[in-house]
């Protein structure tokens, strides 16, 4: 069964630009999951989507916004990129709702210039 | 592999011996807490969870310990194998896990042969 993957695993981009990365969650997986991973901040819960819907949301400014679609892949979209944008993106996918039975992807790494 | 933080505490442990993580948090309000283990390179993974009506988890080699009181978290891992090297993470979430999770700054556990 394969995992979470994660599309694309490096990107640069200048501030400025807009980003948008997916995310395709094990097979028959509803809900996804958005993290960001900076040395700083550590990780940092982003959204959070099941069947299409948006059902939280942690405390990120409106550039940062998602989607989910019918087949439960998702999207994130970065707009207006800055510096500190700059980290380690994680998506993880679980047939339902609830953390433990998450599956994380190996991420994407966002290098703003 | 990637960089998880730049300041991360630091737990060096002998191969063979128990190893306890300590974990932090402030939110007295935290239904439910989890322990996740990132290797370098890779995602974080889902080691052990714990809901706030019980102290005391066990699962395979790891034990995780709740202390509501001091809002107190720990792993213990033992007979600590070389796989066991990775940055352990902390992560809590109230609503009964209905929320977005919060996570600790994480600690990099070595193992010395």
């Known amino acids: 069964k394969a995992g979470v993957t994660q599309t694309p695993r490096y990107l640069i981009k200048t501030r400025g630009q807009q980003v948008t990365l997916s995310c395709s969650p094990i097979?028959?997986?509803?809900?996804v999951s958005w993290y960001q991973q900076t040395p700083g901040q550590g990780l940092q819960f982003l959204f959070e989507?099941?069947?299409?819907?948006?059902?939280n949301k942690g405390n990120f400014p409106g550039r940062f916004s998602g989607r989910q679609f019918s087949n439960s892949r998702s999207e994130m979209n970065v707009s207006t990129l800055e510096l500190g944008d700059s980290a380690l993106y994680l998506c993880?996918?679980?047939?339902?709702?609830?953390?433990?039975?998450?599956?994380f992807g190996p991420g994407t790494r966002l290098t703003v210039l | 592999g990637e960089s998880v933080g730049l300041h991360l505490p630091t737990l060096s442990v002998q191969e063979g011996d128990n190893s306890i993580i300590n974990c932090a948090y402030s939110n007295s309000a935290s239904d439910y807490f989890i322990w996740y283990k990132q290797e370098s390179g890779k995602g974080p993974q889902f080691i052990i969870d714990?809901?706030?009506?019980?102290d005391k988890r066990q699962g395979q080699r790891v034990t995780v310990l709740l202390n509501k009181t001091v809002k107190h978290l720990s792993l213990q891992i033992a007979a600590t194998q070389p796989g066991d090297s990775a940055v352990y993470f902390c992560a809590e979430t109230s609503g009964g896990g209905a929320d977005g999770l919060t996570f600790g700054k994480g600690t990099h556990l070595i193992i010395q042969p």
């Open positions: 993880a996918s679980s047939l339902v709702r609830g953390y433990n039975e998450q599956f």
């Open positions: 097979s028959g997986h509803r809900s």
């Open positions: 714990i809901r706030s009506n019980m």
């Open positions: 989507y099941f069947s299409e819907t948006q059902r």
